[in-house]
């Protein structure tokens, strides 16, 4: 079976790649800026992804190519590997060598072509997709034990210690580890994790707002920052140790935003659990109260939406009523609304968005029909 990465890969190194590999993005159903607070999460992989075509070489160079950023090429060797700021992309794959030559010292370089079609910026984890891609080619073409898990926590380390986001380990995990037509209950801090199917007949819509916002990480980090706080207040390991009676009885004593942070925590860890039960009866009536919660969560404790999410988030939920739901998905500050709807309801609740989002932002949003799929894995070619 011949492959466009392929394609691309031969026609810039003139010959033929050793592996191909495809990682791909999530959606998270429920349970936003809980991962990095120990807690829980429900998310799942879907039908965009990074592509990968590499070829080994017996030097210590790599040479990048992003063929969606004007195909552009980045060499450098692995023993001087250092920020990028020039070519921001490609820390995620310096940032990943880096971790990956701490635990498997003897690797060598590699000729890489890169293409994905996951939107940038959209809460879709197109930063993760690319990072557990380029694992996985690397331990494809070094033949390195790393398992999902694993592939996760050095995606997660390159994020946190190289390109500069302290993020969780969600957006690693799911795309390492994630299963077809399922979303998962992870526990994020025993890295375990239970399968969640979709109803029969619901699925899952993912709604661009096509706005981004600027400071992103710096706004991120600040909030990761903001639950340490409070988990140090109450001299926990994490806000996953701290209960919403605990939190009340200490609110007077806490300054009032990080009382509102941790409260979003807390309370989205009880929804996220009790959102795998809801997939598993099939209570769509109950899931969707849960979503329509977490969002507002999100917006007034967390403080991380848009005007133009809240925006989508409510014509959905109102246009769902009790038969599905819709919430924000991902980090947050621009991005996605991601709403589990009736399977024939998909093409009207598209039409009516598209018109009321125009018609109240002059905006375009983009939809997408997700498929859920399988973790990273390397292709036939
Ligand atoms: C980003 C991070 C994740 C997670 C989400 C919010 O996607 O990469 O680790 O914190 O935001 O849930």
Redesign the pocket.
């Known amino acids: 079976m011949n492959n466009k990465v392929q394609d691309l890969f031969e026609a810039r190194f003139q010959r033929m790649p050793d592996v191909i590999c495809h990682a791909p993005g999530r959606v998270?159903i429920i349970?936003?800026?809980?991962?990095?607070n120990d807690g829980f999460?429900l998310p799942a992989a879907i039908n965009f992804g990074t592509d990968i075509a590499a070829r080994k070489r017996e030097d210590n160079e790599v040479k990048v190519v992003a063929y969606d950023i004007n195909e552009e090429l980045v060499i450098f060797s692995l023993n001087n590997n250092e920020f990028d700021a020039q070519h921001s992309w490609s820390n995620y794959v310096r940032g990943v060598l880096k971790m990956l030559l701490v635990e498997f010292p003897k690797i060598n370089g590699a000729e890489l072509m890169v293409t994905g079609n996951v939107p940038q910026g959209a809460?879709l984890?197109s930063s993760?997709s690319f990072e557990i891609a380029i694992i996985k080619v690397f331990s494809e073409l070094y033949e390195l034990p790393i398992d999902g898990v694993k592939a996760a926590l050095i995606g997660q380390a390159a994020?946190n210690n190289f390109v500069g986001?302290s993020?969780?380990?969600?957006?690693q995990l799911i795309s390492a580890m994630g299963k077809e037509n399922h979303a998962m209950l992870l526990d994020c801090r025993s890295l375990t994790f239970k399968d969640a199917p979709l109803p029969t007949g619901m699925a899952v819509l993912i709604v661009n707002s096509n706005v981004k916002r600027g400071l992103v990480d710096s706004e991120?980090n600040l909030r990761h920052e903001q639950c340490e706080s409070v988990a140090k207040h109450f001299k926990r390991k994490a806000l996953r140790d701290v209960s919403f009676t605990e939190l009340e009885e200490q609110k007077i004593a806490l300054d009032s935003t990080l009382y509102h942070r941790a409260r979003h925590v807390i309370t989205e860890n009880n929804r996220t659990q009790e959102a795998l039960k809801c997939l598993l009866n099939s209570d769509v009536a109950r899931l969707s109260i849960l979503m329509a919660e977490s969002h507002q969560s999100l917006k007034d404790d967390f403080e991380v939406t848009t005007p133009e999410m809240d925006f989508l988030a409510d014509i959905l939920n109102e246009k769902l009523g009790s038969e599905g739901g819709a919430r924000m998905t991902?980090?947050g500050f621009g991005g996605c609304v991601v709403a589990i709807v009736p399977e024939q309801r998909a093409d009207e609740l598209i039409k009516d968005v598209t018109k009321a989002y125009q018609d109240e932002y002059k905006l375009s949003a983009s939809f997408y029909s997700c498929t859920l799929t399988s973790g990273a894995f390397r292709k036939q070619f």
């Open positions: 998270n349970g936003d800026h809980t991962d990095y999460v809460g984890s993760a994020e986001c993020c969780g380990i969600m957006d991120y991902g980090g």
